[in-house]
């Protein structure tokens, strides 16, 4: 609810600089997977949400997600580490980018939701079933 909210937000108030961010964090989570730098992988997912949620112009959004994130820190990496997942992540996070930059804010929200949709899908298939 957080994050499909803050991107519908951010849609709507954006920056240039923003979108640019967005942009160079994206590129960066392609350049770690083409590595297999996984922990550069998550650095580069976490900003590139960080920039959504600072993007919804509500300074509450970050503050209330900041706990959680560090629950999810563990279980970024687990499902970063698997080279489908960060195909699936890179998918994602382009259509948020392009909702955002796009400032159509019920695409943006949609995108984000198909993107956790994925995200929980991606972590019961490709790590959970695991033996």
Do not use: W
Not at 24 to 38: I, N, P, T, W, Y
Not at 103 to 112: I, P, Q, T
């Amino acid at each position: 609810m957080i994050e499909t909210g803050a991107a519908f937000l951010a849609a709507g108030r954006r920056t240039a600089a923003d979108v640019e961010l967005l942009a160079k964090h994206l590129a960066g989570m392609e350049a770690a997977s083409a590595a297999a730098d996984v922990d550069a992988f998550v650095r580069e997912d976490i900003a590139f949400h960080d920039v959504v949620l600072r993007a919804s112009g509500n300074v509450l959004v970050p503050a209330m997600y900041e706990p959680l994130n560090r629950l999810l820190a563990n279980g970024r990496r687990e499902t970063s580490a698997v080279p489908v997942i960060q195909e699936h992540a890179i998918a994602m996070h382009r259509q948020v980018l392009d909702a955002i930059a796009a400032g159509s804010g019920e695409e943006a929200r949609l995108a984000m939701d198909r993107h956790m949709d994925q995200t929980q899908d991606d972590l019961v298939r490709h790590v959970l079933a695991r033996p």
